[in-house]
T-cell receptor, first 118, second 113 residues
Framework: EPEVTQTPSHQVTQMGQEVILRCVPI?????FYWYRQILGQKVEFLVS????????KSEIFDDQFSVERPDGSNFTLKIRSTKLEDSAMYFC????????????????FGDGTRLSIL | DQQVKQNSPSLSVQEGRISILNCDYT??????FLWYKKYPAEGPTFLIS?????DKNEDGRFTVFLNKSAKHLSLHIVPSQPGDSAVYFC????????????FGTGTSLTVIP
């Protein structure tokens, strides 16, 4: 069964540094997402991406964050000038297209990248 | 703003019995709901979904019930198996306007052999 893959599984970064989290979504999927889960808290939506542009973003996704699909397979989340509170699990997800614009399709998640900011 | 709530952080059930996990939501515009299962060190795995035009959807041992008037959905697992032990998340979206999903805080299910 096709799956979403994320690298690295664990990233340790000094506060203030930039970090790039990488994801390879399922190949025929059209919608791509990033979520984060701070330890002990709920999974929080960050951003959705479709047709090479951001389709929705939450209030968490401020100017510190950016996403890119640099080629036909990778989907990246860049965090500039990381802060201690950015420490979390970051999940990438993808879903098929559909008449509902992705909002009525189940999302398939990767196993996440644990980001630790020191 | 907690739009999706799972008020039971944990649940223990004997193997073979029914597990019922509950989820409440506050946004009446939500029209698509999902349940995910999550094992430690893995991402959430999609289990089952339901559209607001239905009140029940069944897939094998898993059934999701939706009560729109109460803004409540539940996941029934029958019969429960030890391999079902995991954290279960419900999620919801306003599919007609966008693709942002809101997750609950999760319920940790333990199925006792």
């Amino acid at each position: 069964e096709p799956e979403v893959t994320q690298t690295p599984s664990h990233q340790v970064t000094q506060m203030g540094q930039e970090v790039i989290l990488r994801c390879v979504p399922i190949s025929n999927h059209l919608y791509f997402y990033w979520y984060r889960q701070i330890l002990g808290q709920k999974v929080e939506f960050l951003v959705s991406f479709y047709n090479n542009e951001i389709s929705e973003k939450s209030e968490i996704f401020d100017d510190q964050f950016s996403v890119e699909r640099p080629d036909g397979s990778n989907f990246t989340l860049k965090i500039r000038s990381t802060k201690l509170e950015d420490s979390a699990m970051y999940f990438c997800a993808s879903s098929e297209g559909g008449t509902g614009g992705g909002g009525n399709q189940p999302q398939h998640f990767g196993d996440g990248t644990r980001l630790s900011i020191l | 703003d907690q739009q999706v709530k799972q008020n039971s952080p944990s649940l223990s059930v004997q193997e073979g019995r029914i597990s019922i996990l509950n989820c409440d939501y506050t946004n009446s515009m939500f029209d698509y709901f999902l349940w995910y299962k999550k094992y430690p060190a893995e991402g959430p795995t999609f289990l089952i979904s339901i559209s607001s035009i239905k009140d029940k959807n069944e897939d094998g041992r898993f059934t999701v019930f939706l009560n729109k008037s109460a803004k409540h959905l539940s996941l029934h697992i029958v019969p429960s198996q030890p391999g079902d032990s995991a954290v279960y998340f419900c999620a919801a979206s306003e599919s007609h306007t966008g693709n942002q999903f809101y997750f609950g805080t999760g319920t940790s299910l333990t199925v006792i052999p």
